[in-house]
């Protein structure tokens, strides 16, 4: 009885450190899942087109530069929205321009690398 209790227990014990190695060996970065993060991808190339160029880009301008580093089409609204990431983060500067017909109204944003 004896032998057989501690064999059923020595069992639990190496099921349960199989599975949590299992899981940490899951959740740790060799085993990611899905295709890689976009935003790990631009946001730094952002980052090294506006720090390569120095001066203020639109976002047409940064996008076309993305698009062809990147060899794929990137959006125009996904180069936008990570750069008001990057505004928010304090990583890039958004300069508005004034409007070229209207008074009191700004037109075109650019953005730099903050400094």
Not at 34 to 44: A, E, T, W
Not at 83 to 103: C, F, G, N, T, W
Request: hydrophobic share 35%.
């Amino acid at each position: 009885m004896c032998e057989c209790s501690n064999l059923n227990l020595a069992k639990q014990i190496f099921i349960k450190l199989f599975t949590n190695k299992i899981r940490s060996f899951i959740k740790s970065d060799f085993m990611k899942r899905g295709r890689p993060n976009i935003r790990s991808q631009i946001q730094p190339k952002i980052l090294e087109i506006l720090s390569r160029n120095n001066i203020p880009m639109n976002v047409s301008t940064i996008c076309s530069y993305l698009s062809s580093e990147m060899k794929r089409s990137i959006s125009w609204n996904t180069v936008k929205k990570y750069l008001d990431e990057l505004v928010r983060l304090d990583k890039v500067q958004a300069i508005p321009l004034p409007h070229s017909k209207e008074e009191n109204k700004t037109g075109l944003i650019v953005y730099s690398i903050k400094r």
